[in-house]
């Protein structure tokens, strides 16, 4: 059995059948990742399925029919949400720099509720869902005044370890592209009551990512609840908690992984305690798809520069791309029939002609590996496919244009939402 719950005959089978390079998913494994979350954790929240982690919509489909609701952060996502079957009551809009025409559109489709990340962006909204004559639900984004030291804004900085929750020391003074800032959030939310087509039901707050210990994000959550008490108290309609995703998988065979019946204790109590009844809500991507999938590629080349083994692969950074902090994500990999014998260090590089393609350093390879070898790389089910330098979030393909002769042209459409469905086939169980 591999860590993707497939044996080596049934991935050589999909390769056999498929060719490389590959995505490989296998979809039981993402059926039990959700049941357990949906056991574990406490009744008042609901998964959100964070469809940036992967928007195939084979698997959007399944979590649909599993009962998860879905985080979206562009229209592309929203529509295949929508098309997985997913109800637009449902349905969460997450993310910055929404456009107007992204919002009509969400709206005319009856989006469950939108997250705010600005006064600005609350009144265009406002403006739409009043042309539309609708009122809309929304929440709003919070930029927190702090952060647990692992946050990842915050581990790329360097802070006192004192404290596990503090005041975040950092570019900008904390300062975020993400929501408003928490000591603007009282008065953000006094102008809302002049905002007639606007429903205010709660608020967004999302800053760690791939957390393996519990504790720092209850730690984080913690402080969710306490800013919402305190805008309760004050007299906003908090009704709604959103805690966005984090929770993390171990992109190796040592670390421990999350414990999530841990978690689902400690958040009971935590809402227990609570002043008020919130629901809540758990944009989910990571650790639903990403010990689903895995990656896979054929060996070219393989050469020395300077001493430095590089095995190339049929694959690259247009296929999987992880920003410097998750190269190691990628040592987690086997080769198809030599996995016995990892001993020999190499950079896996992949087929675009930029530097910038190397999918990973100084990884362990097999010293036989040899051309026509296939490469395997685990836990690529989340933020793989989707977070390639193509495909991430389904934004359409960009147009591009020329000057040719002094005359514009246009040499390159705009790429369409529809694209990104043409070669899936939407098998249903
Ligand atoms: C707003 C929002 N929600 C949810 C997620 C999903 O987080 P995760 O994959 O850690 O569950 C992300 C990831 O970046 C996000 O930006």
Partial sequence: ???????????????????????????????????????????????????????????CHRLSQLGAAAEVSSLGELIAALKSGFEAQSIVFTGPGKTSQELWDAIAKGIGLIVVESFNEAQRVNDIAKQQGVRQDVLLRINPCFRTLNSCEVKACSVDEKDRLKP???????????????EEADAV?????????LQLKGIHIFTESNVLDYAQLLDSWRNT???????????????????????????????????????????????????????????????????AGCYIAEVVDIK????????????????????PAMQNASKYLQVLEKDADMSQSATL???????????????????????????????????????????????????????LQGQLKLVRSRGT?????????????
């Fill in 349 to 403: 590089a992949g087929q675009l002609p930029t530097p910038i393609d190397v999918i990973t350093k100084d990884v362990q390879l097999p010293e036989s590996i040899a051309i026509g070898d296939i490469v395997m790389v685990y836990n690529c089910g989340a933020y793989g496919f989707n977070h390639s330098l193509t495909n991430f979030s389904l934004h359409p393909y960009p147009a591009e244009a020329a000057y």
């Fill in 189 to 197: 939310l006094d102008a809302f009551t002049t905002l007639e087509y």
């Fill in 225 to 291: 609840v306490t800013i919402a008490n305190r805008l309760r108290q004050a007299g906003h309609p908090i009704s709604i908690l959103d805690f966005g995703g984090g929770i993390g998988v171990p992109y190796n065979s040592v670390d421990a992984a999350f414990d999530l019946s841990g978690f689902g204790r400690e958040l009971t109590t935590l809402f227990a305690e609570a002043p008020y009844p919130y629901t809540c809500i758990l944009e989910i991507g990571r650790y639903i798809v990403c010990e």
């Fill in 1 to 59: 059995m591999q860590p993707l719950g497939l044996s080596q005959r049934e991935v050589e089978q999909a390769v056999l059948q498929y060719g490389t390079p590959l995505y490989l998913y296998n979809l039981d494994v993402v059926e039990k990742r959700y049941q357990a979350l949906a056991e574990t954790l406490p009744s008042n929240c609901r998964v959100y399925y964070a469809l940036k982690a992967n928007s195939n919509l084979t698997i």
């Fill in 168 to 182: 975040i020391q950092m570019n900008g003074q904390g300062s975020s592209k993400f929501g408003v800032d928490e």
């Fill in 417 to 429: 939402i529809e694209d990104f469905f043409t070669h899936q086939h939407l098998v249903t169980v």
């Fill in 304 to 323: 020395y520069s300077k001493g430095q083994k590089f095995v190339i692969v049929n694959g690259g950074v247009h296929n999987i791309y992880r920003t």
